[in-house]
């Protein structure tokens, strides 16, 4: 969007600097390919294209459906998506803040894009603060709703804001997940763990110099370059004992 609600604007590329950030990952020579290609690989060892990258897109704004996957499309670039279904649902709600959003019903039009379709939950929790319960409704419900409308299974899974924990991943698995993916700030590799599989997050910031360097394997100016797999930093850890314990007062807080 040119003007996205102020929530959302650090994450939020104008579409003229997004048709440059996919003419950038063109002119790399990087072969993209949707994370299930990935996880087959990660899982099986199952062959992955020369340079090998993958494109995501979280939560469902209403741009998706159009000229998001328009843009993929034409430059034959596969992706994956992963929707929060009570954002996207009429008569559901999330914790997501007002944006404009596609529906539920539009997301059977993104498969004849190129765009496959990942859960992003239902509500847009914290997940590593819900308990048992909660957590199994958030990450099962969403995958029954996903899979209702487009006919197939729903394999692949998004923690909302990269939010997870050991007690989560396993709970991904138990819920019929193949992969996870989380956020880590990260250059992901072919060691990645496939219930936090790294990932970099754009912001309207980044340029198409940054997005060329991601392409070419290295840090974006300012960042630490790192590749995953590697452990949770103190600092990580110590936040979330603190979401935790807020939460337990708060009840679930949306992540972002």
């Known amino acids: 969007m040119d003007d996205p609600p102020a929530w959302i604007a650090e994450f939020t590329v104008r579409p003229r600097d997004f048709a440059a950030h996919l003419d ?11 994370v299930s290609a990935l996880v087959r690989h990660l899982t099986h060892r199952a062959p992955l294209p020369p340079r090998p990258t ?7 704004f209403a741009d998706l459906p159009g000229p998001t996957a328009e ?3 034409a430059r034959a670039l596969p992706a994956t998506a992963y929707l929060t279904t009570g954002a996207i649902t009429p008569g559901l ?37 819900l308990r048992a319960p909660a957590l199994h409704r958030e990450l099962y419900d969403s995958k029954r709703a996903l899979e209702d409308v487009l006919g197939h299974a729903v394999a692949h899974l998004a923690y909302p804001h990269g939010y997870n924990s050991g007690a989560v991943r396993r709970a991904a698995a ?4 193949s992969s996870a993916v989380a956020v880590r700030h990260a250059l992901s ?6 219930y936090r599989i790294a990932r970099l997050i754009v912001r309207r910031t980044h340029t198409v110099a940054d997005v060329a360097s991601w392409m070419a394997g290295e840090a974006a100016e300012g960042e630490r370059g790192r590749v995953a797999p590697f452990p949770d930093s103190l600092p990580t850890l110590g936040w979330r ?5 807020r939460a337990r007062v708060r009840g679930p807080e949306f992540a972002g």
């Not at 993958?54 to 469902?60: A, H, I, K, M, W």
């Not at 590799?189 to 496939?194: K, N, P």
């Open 24 to 34: 950038a990952v063109v002119a790399s020579g990087r072969s993209p390919v949707p």
């Open 54 to 60: 993958v494109l995501t897109f979280d939560d469902g």
């Open 71 to 73: 843009a993929l499309a």
């Open 93 to 129: 709600t999330s914790l997501l803040p007002p944006a404009p959003m596609m529906t539920l019903g539009q997301a059977g039009l993104l498969g004849a894009y190129g765009v496959e379709v990942g859960a992003h939950t239902v509500t847009h929790p914290q997940l590593d603060t």
């Open 174 to 177: 138990r819920a019929g997940y």
């Open 189 to 194: 590799s072919d060691r990645d763990e496939t």
């Open 241 to 245: 004992l603190y979401r935790g314990a």
